[in-house]
């Protein structure tokens, strides 16, 4: 069965750190992986789809095939990149594509 | 934002009482789906549904049932049998089932 894995529940870094999101996942299939977002007092939004290969908000996620991985980054944190962050894997069966979710990170930007 | 509405943002009940959380879209969507968010344990999938009148069970369904009469709504009833209902349950659609999906603001239900 499918499995998204995100080992870290909380991340905090100082701003303008590098920060990375890791995200593992396990699926025999060809993998469709996401990065959704939820900030504080808003609803869980998408940020970036691998299949879209672009940088949003200065994110950016590369699929790892190799190492199943599908870590997110930026280069310098901002505070108002504090937030929760879910990986998501789409796995495709019979009945249509379903989203499976990791734990989920919490990151905090500190001043 | 406004396009996917979940009612009642807070919503009690006592054990042995079925409750019906509603979500509504007018995105046109065709995909709907129904999360149980838990601390720690992500979003897990209860029930979702490509098209009217279809719907299937996602990873955690027991306890849980739905209706997808209409396009533009997908109610979730938590039964009595659901073990342990106290959560945050998020609705959301998709313009098919392989896009990208949008949630809506999510119904906090507690029971008592």
């Known amino acids: 069965a499918q499995r998204v894995t995100q080992p870290e529940k909380l991340l905090s870094v100082f701003k303008g750190a590098p920060v990375e999101l890791k995200c593992n996942y396990s699926y025999s299939g060809s993998p469709e992986l996401f990065w959704y977002v939820q900030y504080s007092r808003q609803r869980l939004q998408l940020l970036l789809r691998?299949?879209s290969r672009e940088s949003i908000k200065g994110f950016t996620a590369d699929l790892n095939k190799g190492e199943t991985s599908f870590h997110l980054k930026k280069p310098f944190a901002q505070e108002e990149d504090s937030a929760m962050y879910y990986c998501?894997?789409?796995?495709?069966?019979?009945?249509?594509?379903?989203?499976?979710f990791g734990g989920g990170t919490r990151l905090m930007v500190k001043p | 934002d406004g396009g996917i509405t979940q009612s009642p943002k807070y919503l009690f009940r006592k054990e042995g009482q079925n409750v019906t959380l509603s979500c509504e879209q007018n995105l046109n969507h065709d995909a709907m789906y129904w999360y149980r968010q838990d601390p720690g344990q992500g979003l897990r999938l209860i029930y979702y549904s490509q098209i009217v009148n279809d719907f299937q069970k996602g990873d955690i369904a027991e306890g849980y049932s739905v209706s997808r009469e209409k396009k533009e709504s997908f109610p979730l009833t938590v039964t009595s049998a659901q073990k342990n209902p106290t959560a945050f349950y998020l609705c959301a659609s998709s313009i098919f089932s392989a896009d990208t999906q949008y949630f809506g603001p999510g119904t906090r239900l507690t029971v008592l």
């Open positions: 998501a894997l789409s796995v495709n069966n019979n009945a249509g594509n379903m989203l499976t």
């Open positions: 691998h299949i």
